[in-house]
């Protein structure tokens, strides 16, 4: 069974690092000091800052993928509006295709409200360019 939960423990941590540098090998090494001062970072986000957090899936007590949430208040319409935006996606290079991200995702935004607005999730949208030549003369 799945389950998502916040990151709480220094050990959730490490798990969700590992799964990060192994998600982006191009963008940071595997080196252990890497490792540490991601894992440093990540906790003091968590902990100094209320805008972020991080959430983990985990699938039989083993954390499989996690994300990075970000909480802020948005001006619509001189109206303040609570706004939240993923910061980070990474799932565990062992369960790829398990749509470990997606159920992520879905957990914490309606999926079907984007859908029915076409706003970022949602079927591909073409788009058809004419040149004016193109068109009869009159």
Same mark, same amino acid.
């Given at each position: /069974?799945?389950?998502?939960? +916040?990151?709480? *423990?220094?050990?959730? =941590?490490?798990? =969700?690092?590992?799964?990060?540098?192994? @998600?982006?090998?191009?963008? /940071?090494?595997?080196?252990?000091?890497? +490792?540490?001062?991601? *894992?440093?970072?990540? %906790?003091?986000?968590?902990?100094?800052?209320?805008? #972020?957090? $991080?959430?983990?899936?985990?699938?039989?007590?083993?954390? &499989?993928?996690? /994300?990075?949430?970000?909480? =802020?208040? /948005?001006?619509? =319409?001189? *109206? %303040?509006? !609570?706004?939240?935006?993923?910061?980070?996606? @990474?799932?565990?290079? #062992?369960?790829? *295709?398990?749509?470990? @991200? +997606?159920? #992520?995702?879905?957990?914490?935004?309606? &999926?079907?409200? @984007?859908?029915?607005?076409?706003?970022? $999730?949602?079927?591909?949208?073409?788009? $058809?360019?004419?040149?004016?030549?193109?068109? !009869?003369?009159?």
């Amino acid at each position: /069974m799945r389950v998502v939960e +916040k990151l709480l *423990k220094e050990q959730d =941590f490490l798990s =969700f690092v590992s799964i990060v540098v192994g @998600a982006y090998p191009g963008r /940071m090494d595997g080196a252990q000091s890497t +490792k540490e001062q991601l *894992k440093n970072l990540f %906790m003091k986000n968590q902990n100094h800052d209320e805008s #972020l957090n $991080y959430y983990g899936l985990w699938e039989d007590d083993k954390l &499989i993928g996690g /994300m990075r949430l970000h909480d =802020f208040h /948005m001006n619509l =319409f001189s *109206k %303040m509006l !609570p706004i939240g935006g993923v910061g980070l996606v @990474a799932v565990d290079l #062992l369960h790829k *295709k398990e749509k470990v @991200a +997606k159920e #992520l995702i879905q957990h914490f935004f309606d &999926i079907s409200l @984007a859908k029915n607005t076409h706003f970022g $999730y949602g079927p591909r949208m073409y788009q $058809y360019l004419v040149e004016p030549l193109s068109f !009869p003369k009159g």
